[in-house]
């Protein structure tokens, strides 16, 4: 059966880890009845968290797409991973949706992903509906996490919809303040005695609320005193729509208490894709307003892609416009390729059942898109239309990779290509310095997780590495040597023979190499081998095999014999000078330095800056960024590898950072040692 845009809801379940979105997601879908058995997250039976790996470690990494039927509409859901590591993947299950339930827990309230899923959501114009969650627990208070919301969300205007009835483990039920009825067991009855006066005071807020968001109801509120539920309910959806008001409904998903009132409120309350504002898409650079039409030229847009081991490629999809029909041949602008929508489907999780068409506004799934990735548009040859997908932060968390076996290298690149246009928060690169093959995501479990779904849906073995430091070797002191090579073994011998004199130069300045011979005594034609004898050694180091940086070397005398000369002579003649020089001129060790800007609320600034101290780091200033505060420092970067997952610590997810590469710096020579020990190491394992 097809549904149409206004019979639909997309709604994502967003929020810190741990506050009971996957849980929710369970309660819902059982309640109305599109799963038989309630599964749990403890158990590894939670239809949202299929993924092994989700199993496994008891927490969601993927968004998983859902969907349940209650009265007249369809609700798809997206259940979204709540550690701040696998917040791109939930950025992109918000791109998908209309609507989010931002969750909270009863005891916790608002808490640090809290604020940055809601911030995304505001910045995408997804409409957002508060849940407590966990109402059950002790020491749960609806009416204090009602109260973070406002305090901690920006521009927030949180309104309780609805009371607990009993609370920890008492709680049993929910007052609906639209209707004035309570939920109890699932069924509708009339709100307890006891209770009376408390609903109606919350009744009032919320009237209260509603009709400040609009004109005529305020004037109608004046006028008769009171708002009807209709009325009510009118201006809630209104005011939902604009982002005027967070209504804050109370659950409890273990305990399935006030699922019901919740699948209600998202059914009379809930944006559909017909109500909610057209999307920016552009063809070429023209840009184009993309409506909820079910008679449009088909968009749609793939919020995710998934490989399984069994079925292949997954892209789950969210239909902005048009039918689709299965089989359909749509257009993928972000590269031009042709797809066929095969094996269209609407999916519960992990299961899917077929279907022949999906229409504006619907969710679902095809399989073996190989040319689509997590963010492209799929529409016609006609349209070429691209919604842009939403903006990730950098990913500045790398491991170096290395193939385990020579099978595996073999197929490591691939895999890495298609892992890494699953995930978008994922990227790797070869690293031209160190050679290394870097690994980047947004966090060591990020990394782990990538790196067990290349063994387990690839058959990729990988081993994880701390990434080198691409660290260079510089000269302190002018020397002038002498660099021969003399051999004499029958026949013809070798000979070449040159004074070089090495000098500092200014940090940043790379290398120079001049000729200053004079009367021919290093014959012209011989000139080149010695400067290739010369960048050859300076590649390879002195200290610890790194390239040798910022100094001249100045090729003026030599000497040259009539027949055992040759480039190759001139060549070695010219390396072992270099290698005397570099011994004589005070080699040192440079480091690279980052610049590194950390944003942060003010109140662990202290905190954030006695970190950098205590990594080398040197303070630069701060300054205000809205209603944060930004340092900028330097600091070097191998001081800057675990830095993610130490600031993380640090601010409890409340900061963010960048880095770009600054310049070089002489290392402290107490360090010398341990990077001259770790390259001789290296080394030995390369062998
Ligand atoms: N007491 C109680 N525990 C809950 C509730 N909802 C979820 N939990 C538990 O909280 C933990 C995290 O739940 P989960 O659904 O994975 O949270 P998510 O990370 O937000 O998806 C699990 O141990 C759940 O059993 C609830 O309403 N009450
Ligand atoms: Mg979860």
Redesign the pocket.
């Known amino acids: 059966m097809s549904w149409q845009p206004e019979n639909l809801r997309n709604v994502a379940i967003v929020?810190h880890?741990?506050?009971?979105?996957?849980?929710l997601n369970e309660a819902l879908l059982h309640a109305a009845g599109a799963i038989n058995q309630l599964g749990?997250?403890?158990d590894g039976t939670a239809t949202a968290d299929y993924e092994e790996q989700e199993r496994d470690r008891k927490?969601?990494i993927s968004p998983a797409l859902c969907h349940f039927e209650h009265r007249d509409s369809k609700i798809n859901l997206i259940d979204c991973p709540?550690y701040s590591e696998f917040y791109v993947d939930a950025l992109y299950g918000l791109w998908a949706v209309d609507n989010a339930l931002l969750?909270v827990g009863g005891v916790a309230g608002v808490e640090v992903h809290t604020i940055k899923m809601y911030d995304a959501a505001r910045q995408m114009g997804v409409r957002l509906i508060g849940v407590v969650?966990?109402l059950?627990?002790e020491r749960a208070d609806f009416a204090a996490a009602v109260a973070s919301m406002n305090e901690s969300l920006a521009d927030c205007e949180a309104v309780a919809v609805q009371l607990p009835i009993g609370d920890g483990a008492s709680f049993s039920g929910v007052v609906d303040l639209l209707s004035g009825k309570a939920w109890v067991d699932g069924k509708k009855t009339d709100v307890p005695a006891d209770l009376a006066d408390e609903v109606e005071e919350a009744r009032e807020a919320l009237i209260d609320a509603v009709a400040a968001t609009d004109e005529d109801l305020m004037v109608q509120y004046f006028d008769a005193g009171t708002l009807t539920e209709e009325e009510l309910i009118g201006g809630l959806r209104a005011a939902i729509r604009t982002g005027q008001i967070l209504p804050v409904l109370a659950?409890?998903?273990?305990?399935q208490i006030g699922v019901g009132a919740l699948m209600d409120f998202l059914v009379d309350a809930a944006v559909s894709p017909a109500d909610a504002a057209p999307r920016t898409g552009y063809a070429g650079d023209e840009e184009v307003e993309v409506a909820c039409d079910a008679t449009g030229d088909p968009v749609l847009i793939c919020f995710k892609t998934l490989s399984d081991p069994y079925v292949g490629r997954i892209s789950l999809l969210r239909v902005l416009r048009g039918t689709v029909k299965a089989d359909q041949d749509v257009y993928n602008s972000a590269n031009g390729e042709r797809e066929r929508l095969s094996s269209l489907a609407v999916n519960q999780a992990q299961a899917t059942s077929g279907t022949t068409e999906l229409v504006a506004g619907d969710m679902g799934s095809a399989v073996r898109l190989e040319d689509t990735s997590t963010g492209d548009t799929l529409s016609t040859q006609n349209s070429k239309l691209r919604i842009p997908p939403p903006e990730a932060p950098d990913s500045m968390y790398a491991v170096a990779v290395t193939a385990a076996t020579r099978a595996d290298a073999d197929k490591m690149s691939d895999a890495l290509a298609r892992l890494s246009t699953e995930d978008m928060g994922l990227k790797y690169e070869r690293n031209v310095e160190t050679g290394e093959l870097l690994l980047k995501g947004l966090g060591p479990m990020h990394l782990d997780v990538a790196v067990a779904k290349l063994r387990d849906h690839y058959d990729v073995d990988v081993q994880m590495s701390e990434p080198r430091v691409a660290y260079r070797e510089t000269i302190r002191k002018s020397v002038r040597v002498q660099g021969r090579h003399k051999k004499q073994t029958g026949g013809r011998g070798q000979f070449g023979d040159v004074w070089i004199r090495v000098e500092p130069m200014e940090r940043g300045a790379g290398f120079e190499f001049a000729n200053e011979v004079k009367g021919g005594s290093v014959p012209t034609n011989y000139i080149p081998a010695v400067e290739k004898g010369v960048r050859a050694g300076m590649e390879k180091g002195l200290i610890a095999g790194y390239p040798v940086v910022d100094f001249r070397v100045v090729l003026d005398d030599g000497s040259a014999h009539p027949v055992d000369s040759s480039d190759m002579a001139f060549q070695l003649a010219a390396g072992i000078g270099l290698r005397t020089a570099l011994e004589q001129a005070q080699p040192v060790l440079l480091e690279p330095i980052m610049n590194v800007t950390v944003i942060g609320p003010e109140d662990i600034m202290g905190d954030i800056m006695s970190d950098l101290n205590s990594k080398r780091g040197r303070i630069l200033g701060t300054e205000q960024v809205g209603t944060m505060q930004a340092i900028k420092a330097q600091v070097p970067q191998s001081e800057m590898m675990r830095y993610a997952a130490d600031l993380r610590s640090i601010s409890q997810g409340r900061a963010s950072y960048e880095v770009e590469f600054s310049h070089y710096e002489e290392l402290p020579a107490h360090m010398t040692e341990q990077v001259v020990a770790q390259a001789k190491q290296d080394k030995s394992e390369e062998e």
């Open positions: 929020g880890r741990g506050v009971g979105k996957t849980s749990s997250v403890d927490i969601s709540g969750t969650n966990k059950d627990a659950t409890s998903a273990t305990k």
